[in-house]
T-cell receptor
Framework: KAGVTQTPRYLIKTRGQQVTLSCSPI?????VSWYQQTPGQGLQFLFE???????NKGNFPGRFSGRQFSNSRSEMNVSTLELGDSALYLC??????????????FGPGTRLTVT | AQSVAQPEDQVNVAEGNPLTVKCTYS??????LFWYVQYPNRGLQFLLK????DNLVKGSYGFEAEFNKSQTSFHLKKPSALVSDSALYFC?????????????WGAGTKLIIKP
């Protein structure tokens, strides 16, 4: 099976702009989670979608939003970018319908730089 | 508050020696415990997990971890380190009682294996 894919891999944006990141999960996986990884804060959970519904949300401002499509592909949007949004954004998929037991499979990430 | 601690930012081990990467947790209820590894410029990869049963869990690449309930620890171990084991290691916990299904992540430990 193909792994989790994320596009684009690298992105440079200007403060105030918005950005959309895309994630295609492993075929058959209906759970998609998003994380922000920075050197200072480590791995921070953004949100999780399962069957097009947001099942869980981390402590990020409303500028961060996401959605999931019927084919389980997911997008993440960040509006009004700030310098502090520069990070590696990771997407992970799982086959676990409960969200409790199974491991997650991560994509390579999108490196976002805000200038 | 529920938390995961990886007390060492970095662990240095000579090739061929045994290695241990430490993880302790503080959660309510029975925990589900995971270890992931991140190689440079790549997403995270699942190594192993403890859900229930035998306290000693074996995973990928010769790694194993022992669940110790009394010490609330889940240390990652390998009998003989390889240079290729050099990477960033993350411990994660999902509290069984947490209806939010959210993983709690440690800050990560950089493992350096010297030839």
């Amino acid at each position: 099976k193909a792994g989790v894919t994320q596009t684009p891999r690298y992105l440079i944006k200007t403060r105030g702009q918005q950005v959309t990141l895309s994630c295609s999960p492993i075929s058959g996986h209906r759970s998609v989670s998003w994380y922000q990884q920075t050197p200072g804060q480590g791995l921070q959970f953004l949100f999780e979608y399962f069957s097009e519904t947001q099942r869980n949300k981390g402590n990020f401002p409303g500028r961060f939003s996401g959605r999931q499509f019927s084919n389980s592909r997911s997008e993440m949007n960040v509006s009004t970018l700030e310098l502090g949004d520069s990070a590696l954004y990771l997407c992970a998929s799982s086959s676990d319908p409960t969200g409790l037991l199974y491991e997650q499979y991560f994509g390579p990430g999108t490196r976002l730089t805000v200038t | 508050a529920q938390s995961v601690a990886q007390p060492e930012d970095q662990v240095n081990v000579a090739e061929g020696n045994p290695l241990t990467v430490k993880c302790t947790y503080s959660v309510s209820g029975n925990p589900y415990l995971f270890w992931y590894v991140q190689y440079p410029n790549r997403g995270l990869q699942f190594l192993l997990k403890y859900i229930t049963g035998d306290n000693l869990v074996k995973g990928s690449y010769g790694f194993e971890a022992e669940f110790n309930k009394s010490q609330t620890s889940f240390h990652l171990k390998k009998p003989s380190a390889l240079v290729s084991d050099s990477a960033l290691y993350f411990c994660a916990v999902r509290p069984w009682a947490d209806s939010n299904y959210q993983l709690i992540w440690g800050a990560g430990t950089k493992l350096i294996i010297k030839p």
